[in-house]
């Protein structure tokens, strides 16, 4: 605890510290109060929802590469809709709070996530394959192979 008050509501924890400083937000804690240790539900899911999605596009295929930091292959899903349609989901679930808990900062996001993706006419649908390896998903959903034209040679007489 500092020794010198915060002119900014004793939201530092350090005072020596410049990083320790938040920035404040006027709806902190809006509707509930500072001494209710709910979070909100919009707080809770806006870190998550949008997982970031690298969508690359090879000779032989589409590839997807998600972080999804903490998360098990349980906790994921990798759909193909009707329409070409590739949707990745899932949740990660908030600690259990301890009534005897004291939290002093909360910055890992938790919640749902859904991000979909429309895919090209020349994929396989149903040869995508998905795996997950150290927190990165990397889905791979095959390209048909291009049918390249048969060419006859002609013999010039003459």
């Known amino acids: ?91 990660r679930s908030r600690e259990q709070e301890e009534k005897t808990d004291q939290w002093h900062r909360l910055e890992r996001s938790s919640g749902n996530f859904l991000r979909r993706f429309r895919l090209p006419e020349n994929v396989k649908m149903d040869e995508v394959k998905a795996s997950m390896e150290n927190g990165v998903l990397t889905v791979t959903v095959p390209k048909v192979e291009e049918k390249k034209p048969d060419v006859n040679s002609i013999q010039i007489s003459g």
């Open 1 to 91: 605890m500092s020794l010198i008050p915060s002119i900014f509501g004793g939201r530092r924890s350090n005072i020596f510290d410049p990083f320790s400083l938040d920035i404040w937000d006027p709806f902190d804690g809006f509707p509930f109060n500072r001494n209710n240790n709910s979070l909100s539900t919009a707080r809770d899911t806006s870190a998550f929802v949008n997982a970031r999605i690298d969508w690359k596009e090879t000779p032989e295929a589409h590839v997807f590469k998600a972080d999804l930091p903490g998360l098990k292959k349980e906790e994921v899903k990798v759909e193909v809709e009707e329409g070409r349609v590739l949707q990745i989901s899932g949740e």
